[in-house]
């Protein structure tokens, strides 16, 4: 399962203890918040992307959404979505559970200006049932690296 890469991963880091594990689905922005306690907007959503022969894993508020002149002025492509069938193959993560840590290689890791509003965000673990609490901070060391800051989304008017 891909939460005990996380695990092992996060065991590593000495922050294993700090993930949070759920008796009910985490694997929308909304079931995450209530799982959590807390805004949706601070849910960190990870979203996957077909760049070349790469992934690109778009990290963002969970109010924000993605701007497609921004997305293609930033990575020279149209935004286009992994299939949910082909997340788990490429990133190592199953959609519902998707985040920047333990991810296969030919992942790359890009943290959305939309979460600087932010102190504490949540991202899964790994499963549909996970998040782990993390500054920004300590999200920009703990995702794959290397990490890099992108401003991508659009917020709610």
């Known amino acids: 399962m891909a939460i005990e890469k996380v695990r092992a991963y996060f065991r590593e880091l000495g922050i294993e203890e700090r993930i949070l594990e759920f008796d009910t689905s985490s694997a929308t922005v909304e079931l995450a918040a209530a799982a959590v306690g807390c805004e949706p907007e601070r849910i960190a959503k990870t979203l ?6 790469r992934v690109a894993l778009v990290v963002a508020a969970g109010d924000a959404r993605i701007d497609n002149p921004k997305f293609k002025a930033t990575f020279h492509t149209k935004a286009k979505m992994l299939k949910a069938d082909e997340a788990e193959n490429l990133i190592g993560h199953a959609v519902g559970g998707v985040c920047p840590f333990a991810v296969n ?14 102190e504490t965000v949540y991202p899964a673990c790994g499963s549909a049932n996970s998040a782990i609490g993390l500054t920004l901070d300590e999200l920009e060391r703990y995702a794959a690296q290397p990490v890099r800051w992108v401003n991508v989304c659009k917020l709610p008017a």
């Not at 996957?48 to 022969?53: A, I, P, T």
């Not at 992942?107 to 979460?115: A, G, T, W």
Request: hydrophobic share 30%; glycine share 10%; charged share 40%.
């Open 48 to 53: 996957s992307f077909k760049v070349g022969d």
């Open 105 to 118: 290689d030919g992942c790359d890791v890009y943290l959305d200006e939309s979460l600087r509003r932010f």
